[in-house]
T-cell receptor
Framework: EAGVTQSPTHLIKTRGQQATLRCSPI?????VYWYQQALGLGLQFLLW???????NRGNFPPRFSGRQFPNYSSELNVNALELEDSALYLC???????????????FGSGTQLSVL | GQSLEQPSEVTAVEGAIVQINCTYQ??????LSWYQQHDGGAPTFLSY????GLEETGRFSSFLSRSDSYGYLLLQELQMKDSASYFC???????????FGGGTRVLVKP
């Protein structure tokens, strides 16, 4: 069974440009989560999509946005790129909502975004 | 808000035991998870504690005390391949999101 896949693996952009990152969840998983991991730091929650809708977002500016498609794949868009957006962007999927009951996350290997 | 605090780095030798502590400040908190991430790799799930007490999975064990807002991950019989970053993560039901600690880098030496 294929895991969570992300593309591209690496992305180089310049300040002010837009970046689009893509994620395909594990087959059957309906929830997709996006996290930002700056070098040497922890994972900062960005966005959560479930059944095609944005369910929650972290403390990031509106220029971070995304969507989830009918096949549950997702894309993350970052507009007006800034130097501090350089980070590893991780996508994760789960079988159901991470709620009162437990649902573990399955992560992809990430997209390394470099803003020059 | 919700924050989880972990030591930034731990160094130990092969065969040793390492305990990684995680303290958190939050309300309405449900459980504590642990993830392992090797350099350049994806985080992978290790364990989850929904209730107080110890959960054992092979060489790794995880503990939670909700009254103390504290948990730990215990790595026993350390092996070189255990060199990685370890993250605790907590969830608030109202937010439906998993919040991660800053991670603890474990370096295993021969």
């Amino acid at each position: 069974e294929a895991g969570v896949t992300q593309s591209p693996t690496h992305l180089i952009k310049t300040r002010g440009q837009q970046a689009t990152l893509r994620c395909s969840p594990i087959s059957g998983h309906t929830s997709v989560y996006w996290y930002q991991q700056a070098l040497g730091l922890g994972l900062q929650f960005l966005l959560w999509y479930d059944e095609g809708e944005e369910r929650n977002r972290g403390n990031f500016p509106p220029r971070f946005s995304g969507r989830q498609f009918p096949n549950y794949s997702s894309e993350l868009n970052v507009n007006a790129l800034e130097l501090e957006d350089s980070a590893l962007y991780l996508c994760a999927s789960s079988l159901a909502r991470v709620a009162i009951g437990f649902e573990k996350l399955f992560f992809g290997s990430g997209t390394q975004l470099s803003v020059l | 808000g919700q924050s989880l605090e972990q030591p930034s780095e731990v160094t130990a030798v092969e065969g040793a035991i390492v305990q990684i502590n995680c303290t958190y400040q939050t309300s309405g908190f449900y459980g504590l998870s642990w993830y392992q991430q090797h350099d350049g790799g994806a985080p992978t799930f290790l364990s989850y504690n929904a209730l107080d007490g110890l959960e054992e999975t092979g060489r790794f064990s995880s503990f939670l005390s909700r009254s103390d807002s504290y948990g730990y991950l215990l790595l026993q019989e350390l092996q070189m391949k255990d060199s990685a970053s370890y993250f605790c993560a907590g969830i608030k039901a109202a937010g439906n999101k998993l919040t991660f600690g800053g991670g603890t880098r474990v370096l295993v030496k021969p």
